[in-house]
């Protein structure tokens, strides 16, 4: 499954199926912002899309790129979308969160399911001491909740007013991926 390549161990590139998940670099601005800047896509999201390159360009910089887990899914080498593990701090690095995003015109064929499910075999190797993987799921977003339960997580409840997002205080299912 992991492909090492010759590259250093900060920029491995870990294959499966169709798809690759490796580090973002500041040449994949373009086609982030092909799935950052699309409002279908970040519906659903916990930021918005981004309506500048430019201020793509300093998220990428600042929070993307130095960010222990935020990998890009590649397919045929072009990034395609994202997906990021943050682990828990204190009593709570027992485990960590994942979210993802895909561009559009790459919905429904399979890309989501083989990045989640890889970013999950890796993640719980390379995050110490984490032995349960979680994602939070608005109800209204099926596909989000149907590609989580393909790659072997399981709906655990659902949490009244649990998130505040774009404004609105919102219900959330809980998932989760348990080792």
């Given amino acids: ?61 600042k929070v993307v790129i130095p960010h222990p887990w935020f990998k890009a899914i590649c397919f045929r080498g072009k990034p395609i979308g994202h997906v990021m593990l943050k682990q828990g701090t204190g009593i709570h690095n027992c485990r960590a969160e994942m979210g993802y995003a895909i561009a559009r015109k790459y919905w429904g064929m399979g890309f989501t399911t083989e990045a989640v499910t890889t970013a999950l075999k890796i993640g719980f190797k390379e995050l110490k001491g984490v032995k349960r993987i979680e994602a939070l799921v608005l109800p209204e977003n099926v596909a989000s909740a149907r590609v989580l339960e393909k790659a072997g997580f399981v709906k655990e409840t659902f949490l009244r007013n649990y998130v505040n997002l774009k404004g609105a205080v919102r219900h959330c299912l809980l998932f989760s991926y348990v080792v």
Avoid: H
């Fill in 1 to 61: 499954m992991e492909a090492n390549r010759g590259m250093t161990n900060k920029s491995r590139i870990f294959s499966v199926g169709q798809v690759e998940l490796r580090n973002f670099c500041p040449a994949d601005l373009e086609d982030f912002y092909e799935w950052a800047s699309n409002e279908e896509v970040t519906k659903f999201m916990t930021w918005e899309d981004f309506k500048s390159k430019q201020n793509l360009r300093e998220f990428l910089l």
